[in-house]
């Protein structure tokens, strides 16, 4: 596990969502263990973003790829996703043992939105010195800017090829296989479209594994190479990749159809003579 040196050790706030576990509760151990965690925002979204959330993909996709997206959050429910609970569960657990509860003093601001004022507010007391946001939601410019080495984000696929939603999924479902992974970034004006510090993989299995438990994974199977990471930058020796002339492309809902493509062509893959 890195260890930053206590005199150089910088001052950090997580944003996350009150129902992802592992965000929430394991997230903030790690970020404790080579930080000075000086506050956590706990998002507890309206149902009302639920519905924006809705109108876009609409948008996005129309009506019927928006029924694919439907079918595939069903399909999950009944057929996964017990599965990948007990796998967080179990996760959640590990990581629990590994690395200590949190200090006494964290601060923990509970908020619908981390655009709220009572969110600036709260960074603006805390004066962090980096911010990881793991969470849905686009951060106004006066949340992002309130720290002063910059507000980061793991997200979920590699960029720019797979900015926006399920980065992991879309990679699997166009077999593109060697995109698959966590792309470590800090935030600007645009979605997932600023500095990359580093991409993060792990020896997936595209078989056994749903898409959630990659994308989980390529996060949590990393925690100490991210810790290194988070170290430099602060320092001001990390340097960042070049991404220009890179294709770029933002996605969205994972979708029952692609799903199953993916699958099958993963079954088909795996009986191919090596």
């Not at 990948?84 to 657990?93: K, P, T």
């Not at 200090?103 to 962090?128: D, K, Q």
């Not at 994308?215 to 320092?235: G, H, M, P, T, W």
Request: aromatic fraction near 10%.
């Amino acid at each position: 596990m890195a260890v930053l040196d206590p005199t150089a050790c910088p001052r950090t706030v997580l944003i996350c969502h009150d129902s992802e576990l592992l965000n929430r509760h394991a997230l903030p151990r790690w970020l404790a263990s080579f930080t000075q965690l000086a506050g956590i925002v706990v998002l507890r979204e309206p149902s009302s973003q639920l519905w924006k959330r809705v109108r876009r993909e609409v948008k996005r996709a129309g009506w019927l790829g928006f029924l694919d997206v439907v079918l595939f959050r069903l399909y999950y429910r009944l057929r996964l996703a017990a599965e990948d609970r007990a796998l967080e569960a179990g996760l959640l657990r590990e990581l629990e043992q590994r690395y200590p509860a949190l200090p006494a003093g964290v601060r923990i601001l509970e908020t619908p939105s981390p655009n709220s004022a009572e969110c600036e507010r709260f960074l603006r007391e805390l004066a962090p010195d980096m911010i990881l946001a793991r969470c849905k939601v686009i951060l106004s410019k006066r949340i992002f800017t309130q720290a002063r080495t910059g507000t980061f984000v793991m997200h979920p696929g590699i960029c720019p090829e797979y900015r926006n939603a399920h980065g992991c999924f879309w990679a699997l479902a166009n077999r593109d296989l060697n995109n698959v992974g966590m792309t470590l970034l800090k935030i600007d004006a645009g979605v997932d479209t600023g500095p990359v510090y580093g991409y993060y993989r792990y020896a997936y299995d595209e078989q056994r594994e749903s898409h959630i438990r990659i994308q989980d994974r390529v996060v949590f199977d990393n925690l100490d190479a991210l810790a290194a990471k988070f170290q430099e930058i602060f320092a001001g020796t990390a340097k960042t990749i070049d991404t220009r002339g890179r294709p770029s492309a933002a996605w969205g809902q994972p979708r029952l159809t692609r799903y199953l493509g993916w699958k099958r062509a993963a079954a088909a893959a795996s009986r191919r003579p090596a």
